[in-house]
């Protein structure tokens, strides 16, 4: 049955903002019996969601839609006003179909890898470094990485302002304050930029280049209009943010590495094959990134014979449900092993979220992170370096979090 956490009169906004990843875990506990729990959030009725069967029942539009679902603060800072992810439908898979395209196909995947390695290389090449922060060097690879691959009008200097604007919007999207300051001005920055060069790219008729960009520069909608230059430079910003966002997956990849050496071990020995695959895996797995997923009621519904009202803020528990240990034995334990076997069940490991990526909502560039993350983790495993005294928490009230420290490494000369 549906369990009330708290009382439907009391909103948990405030109690989720201080206790972060643990917030939805603890009010499942405190349901007690594993399923459905109703509460408060946002001013609005909230029920949330767990397990593989809720996966697929959230992701099916008949259920739960998105459109309306996302706060303004959130599309404010991480999605953008108009993103494909507040669409439905049609709406949703035409716009989709330019993101599966560019972020699915196994060539442009492996392109995109492979521009990944390159700035990667020429990071660590550079004389005389001693120290870096991975976080930040791993953000600023990732930006070089995706611009040159997407085709973005960004120079050596203006790139570390898109991947400085990145992070900042993913790390100021559900903070209030500050951080959520600046990500609205690093977003509203961004947009400005991109507009600007999709409008001249068109002025010019530029735009046949096979890139991201130009698909974007190019894409028109189903009225047979191109897209405004404002949902242009979003979508475009859809395909940068989340690339630089593998930053957090790399230094949690540090992270790991440097606390079970013999992973680090195997990683060396294999960091280009399947263990390589099977750690990105399991640092997606273990490391925490996004909370949970939500969406509105579509109607009234039931789910395990549980009434389900309709607009109701419907909540989709993903940090729980990947340390589930119904679904992952012993799950605090990092065991890159767990995914050796076999590509990992869809529904059930959802750090990016659950269903169909090619026609629902699942992260279209989720085989992106993957490969990235494998081909970057391999490629620190087989470097020299030592961790030099830091603060190496990883505070679960912060969301996003991440090492206080950003996890800084020493490197030997060059």
């Known amino acids: 049955m549906i369990r009330l956490i708290e009382g439907l009169t009391e909103d948990r906004t405030a109690a989720l903002l201080l206790q972060g990843y643990a917030w939805l875990p603890d009010a499942r506990r405190r349901a007690g019996d594993g399923g459905a729990v109703r509460t408060r959030l946002l001013g609005r009725t909230a029920v949330a969601l767990h397990g593989p069967e809720a996966v697929r029942f959230f992701y099916d539009e008949n259920h739960v839609r998105r459109t309306g679902a996302l706060p303004g603060p959130v599309l404010d800072t991480l999605f953008g006003r108009g993103a494909v992810h507040t669409l439905d439908g049609a709406d ?217 009202p309709e607009g109701a803020l419907v909540l989709l528990d993903v940090y729980g449900q990947n340390h589930d240990p119904a679904l992952w034995p012993d799950p605090y334990r990092f065991d890159p092993e767990r995914f050796l076997s076999g590509p990992p069940d869809p529904d059930a490991l959802i750090p990016q979220g659950g269903g169909d990526a090619r026609t629902g909502h699942r992260c279209p560039g989720e085989d992106v992170t993957v490969a990235v993350l494998a081909a970057l983790s391999g490629a620190l495993a087989r470097q020299e370096w030592t961790v030099p005294p830091q603060d190496l928490r990883i505070p679960l009230r912060r969301i996003p979090t991440a090492p206080r420290s950003g996890f800084r490494i020493a490197l030997p000369p060059v």
């Open 92 to 308: 949703h898979r035409a716009r989709k179909a330019l993101f599966v395209a560019r972020l699915t196909d196994p060539a442009a995947v492996a392109s995109l890898v492979e521009h990944a390695g390159a700035a990667w290389r020429a990071a660590f090449a550079a004389p005389g470094r001693r120290e870096v922060v991975l976080f930040d060097e791993a953000a600023l690879v990732l930006a070089r990485a995706v611009r040159d691959w997407a085709g973005l009008p960004y120079d050596d200097t203006r790139v570390r302002g898109l991947a400085r604007d990145c992070v900042a919007m993913v790390d100021g999207f559900a903070a209030p304050g500050p951080r959520h300051l600046r990500a609205r001005r690093a977003r509203a920055r961004q947009e400005e930029v991109l507009a600007g060069a999709v409008g001249r790219a068109r002025a010019a008729a530029v735009s046949a280049e096979d890139t991201p960009f130009g698909a974007f520069v190019r894409h028109r909608g189903a009225d047979g209009a191109p897209l405004d230059l404002h949902t242009a430079a979003v979508e475009l910003l859809n395909v940068a943010r989340p690339t630089i966002a593998i930053a957090w997956f790399v230094a949690f990849a540090g992270h790991a590495l440097h606390r079970w050496p013999k992973v680090r071990e195997r990683l060396r020995e294999d960091g280009s094959g399947a263990y390589a695959t099977a750690f990105a895996h399991e640092v997606r797995r273990f490391y925490p990134f996004v909370p949970f997923v939500g969406g509105l009621g579509a109607r009234d519904l039931e789910w395990r014979g549980e009434r389900i």
